[in-house]
């Protein structure tokens, strides 16, 4: 033991505590930086992620675009004298497209907004967004090119022109000018101190937009790490070198959904690390505040004789401290000491009350807890799990005594892991709470929970823990999903109609006196309106039946009339030639609803058509199998893959072969719910290249009647 005057003792004490005070204070100093930099990290994913978002929505504005020109009379004509004035009209309303061209099969440029009939014009066969553009017969995208009329950087969207039998016969272009797609992007919500930089998938040319304003150079960023990183598809978010300012900059970067352009999103750590500079140096000078005043109050009590009373104080307060509450002080010094042992004696009675309180208000609550249907859990400041209910660990087959005292990160993923970390250090540092929703791993099965989070604070008002209460959401989840799916395929499918229905009716007003051109596009008006009506009759079948809403009118059915007279009204709409009978006279009449049996009969005669060669044939059975009609279907078309016959008839499904076929996807889902509303079966047998057998039954109506 050290011999020492009690001043000298504590003024090494006061030296041993400043130097930890220090090292603590730079470790929290490193902390407060990291988190700083995980939370603009995590802010500009957000902006990155909507930024893609941004590029891809302007993208398909354009290739959207390209198809409706490249779907127009006016267009597929390929006549310069007709194209350009319709090209002048249309692209009034879109400031943004540096030019428009239409060009025929070989890439020979017709006519194009900056070169009028009898301009000279551009051929464009070498380029890869017309070769892919005919090659697919579906809209491209470009990469970031020169433009041939201006020499500014431009992006390309090329759209083909469908010729009679389905073939392109040329292509529409519209160019984008990446100034548009800078300002769109300069316009959104982004930090003052943020850089943004747009590169197209090969990563040569970018688009800057940051504090020196926006640049469109061609700027090389194919070897950036964060470029490289989002082209291979995974997300980059680190802290890196930038090559253009060459400062170290918190970076992330993700790559489009759609076109797989790349958008990094930086900010400087400078301004990081200068936002976390006042708050340390404000703690630095309340921790020497405290040790100043401290340590003069111990030396000025060094002068006096306390050791002995001390002692007996610090007896009782250790006897205390080990939960011997019945522990009591009897100090007669007359002086602030027996003060200081009444306050404890009298501290000791109140806590001993308040003891016997909190354990029946902890055990009340403990009782409701473990009733509880919801995971319910306390995690302290170091990340240890202080308290779970029964409902929790059964989630992970364990007992709650099992979890109690381990880390939180023991029972989840990395990623999970991390992203709860970042939730409870802002409830622990701000004393706010805060609800979260987000994906969590259960053992062999994973979840959407919605958590809240609010902070514990002892009796000082220190916050020291988190109280989660979490529930199972993932019904609501699945809900949720699935509504912003059915939007999405309504308004996807439902848009080509009405650009048509619109366009032709441009073309109606426009050339009235031009009778060939009105009857032309009256047809595909009424084409068109027609196609839409059978989608939103299939939505309107299918919320009826899901309902329990569809009225069948069941009476006896002779198949053999029934589908005879059939055919002879659907001559204008289905290619009957086609289609071979088989159905015996004598087959008994089955029990069915006549209006839905014909919506049964169609959905399954206009697909084997749609999918069989020309000059094939689709072959329609009936027989009689027990009590029970059975009707077959059979095409010799491309035929289903295996993998997709699980599903075929799941509302909104399209197997690979169908995907580009028109229809919102209900058709087969519709057919089998009338089918089993009828009280039958439907199956299908297919093999890929040999054609596909719709089966289905149907009951046989009462005996007697034929």
Do not use: C
Not at 513 to 527: F, H, L, M, T, Y
Request: glycine residues 6%; charged residues 25%.
């Amino acid at each position: 033991m050290i011999r020492a005057s009690l001043k000298t003792k504590l003024a090494l004490a006061l030296v041993g505590l400043f130097l930890p005070v220090l090292a603590l204070l730079v470790v929290d100093f490193q902390i407060t930086y990291q988190s700083r930099v995980e939370s603009v990290l995590d802010g500009e994913i957000t902006s990155a992620s909507f930024l893609a978002s941004l590029v891809d929505f302007s993208f398909e504005q354009s290739t959207a675009l390209a198809q409706a020109f490249a779907g127009t009379p006016s267009i597929q004509s390929l006549n310069a004298e007709r194209i350009y004035p319709a090209l002048v009209a249309e692209t009034k309303a879109f400031p943004q497209y540096d030019d428009v061209a239409v060009v025929d099969a070989r890439g020979q440029g017709i006519v194009s907004l900056r070169n009028p009939p009898g301009s000279p014009t551009v051929n464009v066969a070498a380029r890869d967004y017309f070769q892919r553009a005919m090659a697919t017969n579906r809209p491209v995208m470009s990469n970031m090119l020169t433009s041939w009329a201006t020499g500014n950087p431009i992006v390309v969207a090329a759209a083909p022109i469908p010729g009679p039998d389905g073939r392109p016969i040329g292509v529409v272009i519209t160019a984008i000018s990446p100034q548009y797609l800078a300002q769109r992007i300069a316009a959104a919500p982004l930090a003052p101190d943020q850089r943004v930089i747009i590169t197209d998938p090969t990563g040569v040319n970018a688009i800057a937009i940051g504090e020196q304003g926006m640049s469109l150079q061609g700027l090389e960023m194919s070897a950036h790490p964060p470029v490289i990183s989002a082209m291979q598809g995974r997300p980059f978010r680190d802290v890196v070198i930038s090559p253009i300012t060459r400062d170290e900059r918190a970076t992330v970067a993700v790559s489009t959904p759609e076109h797989r352009w790349v958008v990094v999103v930086s900010t400087p750590t400078s301004i990081i690390w200068s936002a976390n500079i006042g708050p340390i140096l404000m703690r630095l000078a309340i921790y020497l505040g405290i040790m100043i005043v401290a340590g003069l109050a111990i030396l000025l009590m060094a002068r006096r004789a306390v050791l002995a009373p001390l002692s007996s104080l610090v007896h009782a307060l250790s006897a205390f401290g080990h939960d011997q509450l019945q522990q009591r002080i009897e100090i007669k010094t007359g002086d602030e000491l027996e003060t200081v042992a009444q306050a404890f004696n009298t501290m000791a009675e109140e806590i001993l009350l308040r003891e016997q309180r909190l354990r029946e208000s902890e055990e009340r609550y403990r009782t409701l807890a473990e009733a509880a249907e919801d995971v319910i859990f306390l995690i302290d400041r170091d990340d240890r799990i202080r308290y779970v209910n029964s409902y929790a660990a059964r989630q992970y087959g364990l007992q709650p005594d099992e979890m109690i005292g381990k880390r939180r990160e023991e029972f989840f993923a990395l990623d999970t892991s991390r992203r709860q970390k970042l939730n409870l250090r802002k409830v622990l540092e701000t004393g706010e709470p805060i609800y979260v929703e987000a994906k969590t791993q259960y053992p062999g099965r994973e979840v959407w929970l919605g958590t809240q989070l609010v902070p514990v604070s002892n009796e000082e008002g220190e916050v020291n823990a988190v109280l989660g209460v979490a529930r199972d959401i993932s019904e609501r989840k699945r809900i949720e999903q699935f509504r912003e799916e059915y939007v999405a395929i309504i308004s996807h499918d439902l848009r080509n109609p009405l650009a048509i229905i619109h366009g032709e009716a441009q073309l109606v007003e426009r050339f009235a006196d031009k009778p060939e051109i009105v009857r032309n596009s009256a047809n595909a008006i009424i084409v068109s309106a027609r196609h839409m009506n059978l989608m939103i009759q299939d939505l309107v079948d299918s919320a009826r039946l899901e309902a329990g809403q569809l009225r069948l009118e069941k009476q006896p059915v002779n198949l053999r009339a029934f589908t005879a007279e059939l055919l002879e009204r659907s001559r204008a709409l289905v290619d009957v030639k086609r289609l071979q009978l088989e159905i015996a006279p004598d087959l008994p009449a089955a029990s069915a609803d006549p209006d839905r049996l014909e919506r049964i009969f169609t959905n399954l005669l206009t697909n084997a058509l749609k999918y069989s060669p020309a000059d094939k044939d689709v072959l329609v059975k009936a027989r009689e199998t027990a009590s029970e009609v059975t009707v077959s279907v059979a095409d010799r078309g491309v035929g289903i893959a295996p993998e997709d016959l699980p599903r075929i008839f799941e509302r909104f499904y399209r197997a690979k072969e169908a995907a580009r076929s028109d229809g919102l996807g209900l058709g087969l889902y519709i057919t089998e719910m009338l089918v089993g509303a009828h009280g039958g079966r439907i199956w299908v047998e297919s093999e890929v290249g040999r054609g596909s057998t719709f089966h289905f039954t149907l009951p046989i109506a009462h005996p007697g009647y034929s």
